[in-house]
């Protein structure tokens, strides 16, 4: 569930800091990075709660990463934690999938920037083997399905300056638009030769749709890109994301099968009713995807504020989705991690990896994003297999084999996620993020990457709002018992 690319605008589209919205943002939400180091300060503001008798029953909804990783400080701490699941799994957005006898992330698959990252540290402490992928090991492959010439990669490197200024320009406009309205109006898309139209289409995906999950026509110029990173490569898993899962959930009370449908809140405890009875404790924590927020798929009595109802409106759930094709043999260049593609139509398939060096396994996986995501849903693995071989058949050949097995995600599908990742969408403002982060009354918390106003739409995001909702479970707590 976190990004995999990063945007090639990223770091130089802002404006200049005197007049940046995202250097702004940054000051804005600088508090956000004391989160560093909350495990360790939750443990410790928990047992001084302990020791004036203010620790009560605690339950997280949700049994992915962020409500794992408030769980495991609550228990650690010495808080008593139920955790409710409505997947018959542990990870939420983080599933390997080992149907076809290995081990697939159909979800997050990535850490992406390693130095400093907390998810770094918590794959050391599960002993999880981790191996880089690089976007340096990449080759692109034109429309016909040849290796671009030196003369295509000239005109795509031109017009991702221009696509940047665009950007840049947009940025600093009076007012926001879609991230497709700012870059096909300021590049002049509508004079563009059908060929540069392709390419432009093909950047707008590729370093865009495919990194932020939300189609270009919701995605707010503004703030679309208006996220932090860690420095260092990205690391994947060869034996799956879900070691790290499983290693945060020993030892924790989670109620698989048990899908919240309500939460009445007093002003002295609090109700969650489930697929499987009733449970009452002194705090909820809320960790459900933003997607389940939106479609209403848990209720609230007295209903949430309405600043909160708000971010859920209008801050965007993006799709993006995973196709693995297993093959009997390599018939690609495994000398590179990445394969790119400009398609004739657009957002189909233009992203590819392999898993040949990192896993040693003869696997493709495929990638769609936004629109080209949705659609693709609404129709069975068999076809979704048929069309992804088309293109790689473009590319390499009729001769192309069938792959012997293959796997499929379909994340707006899912009835507990909607969507695999947030967006800032067009009309929303990163400061909903805080709006969602916000707790209610001193009962409800919640967490998730979509309450992450800096690291929103990544693993880490995630681990780190549940390390912050549980130090604000057990500030709440202390402040209490003080009264």
Known sequence: MSPLFTSPFAADAAPSPEASR??????????????????????????????????????????????????????D??????????????????????????????????????????????????????VSTSYDSTITFNTSGQPVSKTERARL?????????????????????????????????????????????FLINSTIEQEWAGAATALSTYWHDASKGFKGGDMLFPEGYSALIEHLAEGLDVRLGHAVSSIHWQSNSVKVQTSQGAFAADHVLITVPLGVLKTGGVSFTPALPQAKRDAISKLGMGVFNKCFLQFDDVFWDPGYDWQEYIPQTYGLWTEWVSLTRPTGKPVLLGFNAADSAQSMELQSDEATVA?????????????????????????????????AYSFNALGSHPRQRDDLARSVSGRLFFAGEATSRQYFATVHGAMMSGQRAAEEIMSSSSARSAL
């Open 22 to 75: 995202r250097a702004w943002l940054q000051q804005a939400a600088g508090g956000l990075a004391a989160a560093w180091g909350l495990l360790g300060a939750s443990t410790a503001s928990a047992k001084d709660s302990q020791r004036s008798g203010a620790a009560g029953q605690v339950l997280v909804v949700g049994a992915g990463m962020s409500g794992l990783a408030a769980a495991r400080a609550l228990v």
């Open 387 to 419: 069309s992804a071989m088309q293109t790689l058949r473009t590319i390499f050949g009729p001769q192309t084999p069938q792959p012997k097995a293959w796997a499929v995600s379909r994340w707006g599908a899912d009835p507990w996620s909607r969507g």
């Open 157 to 201: 490197d031109s017009l991702t300056k221009r696509m940047n200024k665009a950007l840049k320009t947009g940025q600093q406009a009076d007012k926001d638009a879609s991230v497709r309205s700012t870059v096909t109006q300021g590049m002049g898309y509508a004079q563009m030769s059908a060929e540069d139209k392709r390419y432009t289409d």
């Open 77 to 130: 701490a010495g808080w008593s934690v139920t955790v409710l699941e409505a997947r018959p799994r542990l990870g939420g957005r983080i599933w390997t999938d080992r149907s076809l006898g290995l081990p697939l992330d159909l979800g997050a698959s990535w850490i992406h920037g390693i130095q400093g990252n907390p998810v770094t540290d918590l794959a050391r402490e599960a002993g999880a083997r981790m």
